[in-house]
């Protein structure tokens, strides 16, 4: 069963400073990965997408990388602004489904 | 623009009190997914369709059902929801199972059971 963790469970930092997210998982076998932004109370917004043969993914101020060997994806945003504020997920892609992390909410202090 | 649109995007029900989310989608995709997410939690898959094919997982309550009246719709039915059911639901569609397809989401319905 593969199982996805994201560590910090939370983080806090100064605007302006350059955010990093940890993502890893179990099972090496997998599709894609996938970083969602969630803000409270609401769904899930896509931002990034790499599949299993790309090293990384660069949107704007995002860039995401993956170690599909070690199990290890990293989130991240440059230039941290208060509208980053959210909860952040990662998501593996094997067979059918998507096995999500709890997510890391990040809060930008302006 | 197309999407996945989900009604209502709140709902409040009772303890025990059968309740329907809806999802539509104009992606003309083949499968549809359901996934609950409990407050603070990651979101779980509970069921998907593959056009007129449902697949159930393995964990999720004999009280959740689905229905797929045609490839636009698809329905979460809780039939007797517990306080422990109240959290997020989120539809997903994509074009196909297999791992190069995309999964786009709805906005979610925040269920609350009183």
């Known amino acids: 069963k593969q199982e996805v963790t994201q560590i910090p469970a939370a983080l806090s930092v100064p605007e302006g400073e350059n955010l990093v997210l940890n993502c890893s998982f179990t099972d090496s076998a997998i599709y894609n990965l996938q970083w969602f932004r969630q803000d409270p109370g609401k769904g899930l917004t896509s931002l990034l997408l790499?599949?299993?043969?790309?090293r990384e993914q660069t949107s704007g101020r995002l860039n995401a990388s993956l170690d599909k060997s070690s199990g290890r994806s990293t989130l991240y945003i440059a230039a941290s602004q208060p509208g980053d504020s959210a909860t952040y997920l990662c998501a593996v892609r094997h067979d059918y489904k998507l096995s999500f992390g709890a997510g890391t909410t990040v809060t930008v202090r302006a | 623009d197309a999407m996945v649109i989900q009604n209502p995007r709140y709902q409040v029900t009772q303890f025990g009190k059968p309740v329907t989310l809806s999802c539509s989608q104009t992606l003309n995709h083949n499968v549809m997914y359901w996934y609950q997410q409990k407050s603070s939690q990651a979101p779980k898959l509970l069921f998907h369709?593959?056009?007129?094919?449902?697949?159930n997982e393995a964990d999720t309550p004999d009280n959740f059902q689905s229905r797929r009246p045609n490839t636009s719709f698809c329905f979460l039915d809780i039939r007797s929801p517990g306080l422990g059911d109240a959290a997020m639901y989120l539809c997903a569609t994509s074009r196909g199972t297999s791992g190069v397809n995309e999964q786009f989401f709805g906005p979610g319905t925040r269920l609350t059971v009183l």
């Open positions: 790499i599949q299993s043969s790309q």
């Open positions: 369709y593959y056009d007129k094919d449902f697949n």
